[in-house]
């Protein structure tokens, strides 16, 4: 099982904010940095963030990431229907020396 | 551009193997480490380790050593995962994904999956 604790579920109206939280621990996202991905339906996952807050080119600027301690936040502002996806948090973890993903989040627009 | 290209979908038996490829274009093969992860049917990610392209070096995560092997062919830019002992619950997409950020930039990059469904 998953280390890294998400919500199974957001949802919001078009326009609106959603946030994502992603709770981890000392050995993972407390040490290391967080990549954010979004899945479609039926596609690989896509890098949306890493370290922290860095998107890489392509990505809409309604998309951000933040860190604290050992959470991070995926916040989408202006939420639109193409957003509907599958959205994980990923960090190293140094205790277990692996690579490891959040349980995932998928994000309705109502 | 960028590609990672994958085997076929496979069905295998319990108890059999499988061996799925990633062939890799648009980068030097040597630069990254590769990465498989899996995601079992409406289920989340789940990482099974990565191979160094240059020693051919593995590691592995604990819940697949054991069953899993990861190597490469530098020849023909391809990355192989085995996984043996095949239970129902290993019934998932594979991805080979490169997974790499460094201070300022990432190369993250996916193959398309490959579907393994275990049954008798």
């Known amino acids: 099982q998953s280390v890294l604790t998400q919500p199974p579920s957001a949802s919001g109206t078009p326009g609106r904010r959603v946030t994502i939280s992603c709770s981890g621990s000392?050995?993972?996202?407390?040490?290391?940095?967080v990549n954010w991905y979004q899945q479609l339906p039926g596609a690989a996952p896509k890098l949306l963030f890493y370290n922290n807050n860095q998107r890489p080119s392509g990505v809409p600027d309604r998309f951000s990431g933040s860190k604290s301690g050992t959470s991070a936040s995926l916040a989408i502002s202006g939420l639109q229907s193409e957003d509907e996806a599958d959205y994980y948090c990923a960090a190293w973890d140094d205790s277990l020396n692996a690579y490891v993903f959040g349980t995932g989040t998928n994000v309705t627009v109502l | 551009q960028v590609q990672l290209v994958q085997s076929g979908a496979e069905v295998q038996q319990p108890g059999a193997s499988v061996e799925v490829s990633c062939k890799t274009s648009g980068y030097t093969f040597t630069a990254y480490s590769m990465h498989w992860v899996r995601q079992a049917p409406g289920q989340g990610l789940e990482w099974m380790g990565w191979?160094?392209?240059?020693?051919?070096?593995?590691n592995y995560a604990q819940e697949f050593q054991g069953r899993v092997t990861m190597t490469r062919d530098r020849s023909i830019n391809t990355f192989y995962m085995k996984l043996s002992g095949l239970r129902s619950d290993d019934t998932a997409i594979y991805y080979c994904?490169?997974?790499?950020?460094?201070?300022?930039?990432?190369?993250?990059?996916w193959g398309q999956g490959t579907l393994v469904t275990v049954s008798s």
């Open positions: 191979i160094n392209p240059n020693r051919g070096n593995t």
């Open positions: 994904a490169t997974l790499y950020c460094g201070p300022t930039t990432c190369f993250d990059n």
């Open positions: 000392s050995s993972n996202i407390g040490t290391n940095t």
